[in-house]
């Protein structure tokens, strides 16, 4: 979480209130003339309740469609390291934003090509485009119908050995991965503790489970020890029974915060009190280890001492899906009673071929050092970039080693400005507002590529550094640079804003 200063926390909350306030005035104005209007409503019309209501609404239409600029922008390239992003205007007060037909040349700073497979790649373009003349982009079938193809099976097999798990079995969606497979491994009668931070798919699967949910403090051992202790000496509700079976879920990089589970002590934690571990890899297998399996490499846990493995093919390896990772017959058991397994088109083959020759170049088994090269290369831009931030005095979360870096921006007013700005320098980042964090915990978050250069990494920081001391977002003390690097610095300044001026 954020480290949130006084003054921080006082300016937000009156920037709110001052929001809401003008929000509820506007409101109450809007259904004194909807009331007006209500007579002249055709009769089909009349009687219906509204399908948009309720504070999600209200937050759309008054905070939201304010600075939805911000958010949802297309681009007309692959998300390499840099990306074309397309400019749009709007004509009124920005409810519906129109292309303009251009576009902005960008350094890409959002998406989560991890590992920079989702460009253009030697060794699997040329894979992948073959397996869509064999394959087609579709099976247009359920993998128990037709939709299993020999690239399938091949997949499931190169993810399993490569986790370090005996089998697996792969779905067309990431998201549905986490929401279908946990209600299918617990029901009615069984417990969930999750984190507190995980993502919205588990909490889905979770609710969608029938099963009793805990929630226990983010990346805290002791507390998940306590919440364990409590609910197994409470038994299951009303008639105190044991519970039928206890399932314990984290992640292995937090994607809203960049921070790495503990993962060894919650491990011990659940070995103490015989429960079951489901861990959550989307952000962290490719990303994390020194050869890329995640944060059980990093970490050094046993895979073994892990029941079932999540992870998805979207981020590191420059394709789409997910995976779990299990014992045998836990993966059979899937096959037969999982609704994505058995009711949803399987993965696109092309999508299949492209994570097959990722996992491979990881595995240094295309013949080159490249893989090697990629996971050394993540793991040295992400921990300069995080440090250089740092050192300028922004509130940066995460662990080292983690691509993910989210920079606190907490003010309503700064989240737009700090967007907007950066895209006028050529930069797409991604800004997170509430539903997707807390209201008050705004902030960007930055991805890091191993495709990145120092180059892209300086300008990148260059850029950040002039909007932070613009808008105020530096919440710490700047260390202090040295006599040569403030002036190298003052000379790139000068130079971006002679190139701002020219831009103008």
């Known amino acids: 979480m954020g480290r949130m200063g006084f003054t921080s926390l006082v300016t937000t909350l009156i920037s709110y209130t001052i929001i809401f306030f003008t929000a509820q005035l506007r409101e109450r104005f809007r259904n004194i003339i909807n009331w007006f209007k209500s007579e002249s409503l055709k009769p089909e019309e009349k009687g219906y309740a509204p399908l948009c209501s309720g504070l999600e609404d209200f937050y759309t239409r008054r905070m939201y469609l304010r600075i939805q600029d911000c958010f949802n922008r297309p681009i007309t390239s692959a998300p390499k390291t840099w990306i074309d992003v397309v400019r749009r205007c709007s004509t009124d007060n920005n409810s519906i934003l129109n292309p303009t037909g251009e576009t902005i040349r960008c350094l890409n700073l959002g998406s989560y090509n991890y590992l920079g497979f989702a460009g253009h790649d030697d060794y699997c373009t040329p894979r992948v485009i073959e397996s869509l003349k064999t394959y087609s982009p579709s099976t247009s079938s359920v993998r128990v119908d037709g939709g299993t193809t020999i690239l399938h099976e091949e997949l499931e097999n190169e993810i399993a050995r490569f986790i370090g798990k005996p089998a697996a079995v792969v779905f067309g969606m990431g998201y549905a991965t986490n929401s279908a497979i946990i209600p299918s491994i617990i029901s009615k009668g069984g417990l969930i503790i999750s984190d507190s931070l995980n993502h919205n798919s588990i909490i889905n699967g979770a609710r969608g489970s029938g ?33 039928k079976k206890i399932l314990v879920i984290v992640e292995g990089i937090y994607s809203m915060e960049g921070e790495i589970c503990n993962l060894p002590e919650i491990v011990s934690v659940c070995k103490k009190y015989k429960a079951h571990v489901y861990l959550d890899e989307a952000h962290s297998v490719g990303a994390l280890g020194k050869s890329g399996r995640g944060v059980c490499d990093l970490l050094g846990v046993d895979p073994e001492d892990v029941d079932i493995m999540m992870g998805t093919f979207t981020k590191s390896f420059g394709s789409c899906g997910g995976y779990i990772a299990a014992s045998k017959e836990i993966i059979q058991y899937l096959k037969y009673i999982c609704p994505a397994h058995l ?64 920079i606190m921006l907490y003010n309503p007013a700064k989240m737009p400005a700090f967007s907007r700005q950066c895209l006028q320098h050529n930069l797409a980042v991604v800004t997170v507002a509430f539903p997707a964090t807390p209201l008050l915990l705004s902030r960007a978050r930055i991805c890091i590529s191993a495709a990145h250069t120092r180059e892209d990494l300086n300008k990148a920081l260059m850029i950040i550094g002039k909007i932070g001391d613009r808008i105020d977002i530096k919440y710490f003390p700047a260390e202090p640079k040295k006599t040569s690097q403030v002036t190298t610095d003052k000379k790139a300044i000068c130079n971006l804003c002679e190139k701002d001026q020219i831009q103008v």
């Open 211 to 243: 099963a009793s949910v805990e929630v226990f403090q983010h990346n805290n051992p002791s507390h998940l020890e306590e919440v364990l202790r409590k609910q197994i000496a409470k038994g299951q509700s009303r008639l105190h029974r044991p519970w």
């Open 343 to 406: 009711y949803a088109t399987s993965m696109s083959p092309p999508a299949v071929q492209q994570a097959i020759s990722a996992l491979r170049v990881i595995s240094g088994e295309d013949g080159s050092n490249r893989g090697a090269q990629k996971l050394a290369r993540i793991r040295e831009n992400s921990n300069f970039f995080r440090s250089e931030l740092q050192k300028m005095g922004f509130d940066v979360l995460g662990d080292n080693d983690s691509p993910v870096m989210p």
